[in-house]
């Protein structure tokens, strides 16, 4: 979320360029220089000064609490025809499996704009937190950053369970 008047501005002056575009955030940590393109849902918090970004956004970004964030628009992000991810765990993949659909479709909700190399938090079914990595995307023109739409071919790398070889029977 961002602060009020700055949603208020930021819709008011490029409402138009929000569908195409993302907002940029860019910060320097550990002396690592970080950017990072985002959604914004349009929601705005009470401070003057703070965004608000989700906790489980922040851990995978690695981006500590304090810290202070340049935000810019970025307009003319382009549009993925394709998103390739994996899931971080067996377990992420499990859920996954399970709740296609609906991780497909919360994608969607909860992140407009993916990066190669950036992990996702999703949630599904408000209550269970799966992890992806975002492999590679294809779109024109290509872009490491992109956003995703309805028509956006989303393809999963399976992460499957080692199984465990039964023991092996000695002969007598």
């Known amino acids: 979320s961002l602060p009020a008047h700055v949603a208020d501005e930021l819709l008011s002056r490029h409402g138009d360029a929000l569908q195409a575009g993302a907002l940029e955030a860019s910060w320097t940590h550990n002396g690592e220089r970080k950017v990072v393109l985002f959604s914004w849902a349009g929601g705005s918090c009470s401070s003057h000064t703070h965004i608000e970004v989700p906790a489980a956004l922040a851990e995978a970004l690695a981006m500590p609490q304090g810290l202070s964030i340049d935000v810019r628009l970025k307009k003319g992000v382009p549009v993925a025809t394709q998103v390739n991810v994996e899931p971080l765990g067996v377990d ?3 859920v996954l499996e399970l709740h296609a659909g609906h991780v497909e479709e919360q994608l969607l909700n909860q992140s407009r704009v993916v990066t190669v190399n950036t992990t996702l938090p999703i949630w599904v079914l408000q209550s269970t ?44």
């Not at 992890?131 to 024109?140: A, I, M, Y």
């Not at 950053?145 to 989303?154: F, H, K, Q």
């Open 129 to 172: 937190l799966i992890k992806l990595r975002v492999l590679s995307t294809v779109s024109t023109p290509p872009s490491y950053s992109v956003r995703i739409a309805p028509s956006t071919e989303l393809i999963v790398a399976p992460k499957q369970r080692n199984r465990e070889a039964p023991p092996a029977v000695a002969a007598a």
């Open 92 to 94: 992420d993949w499990e």
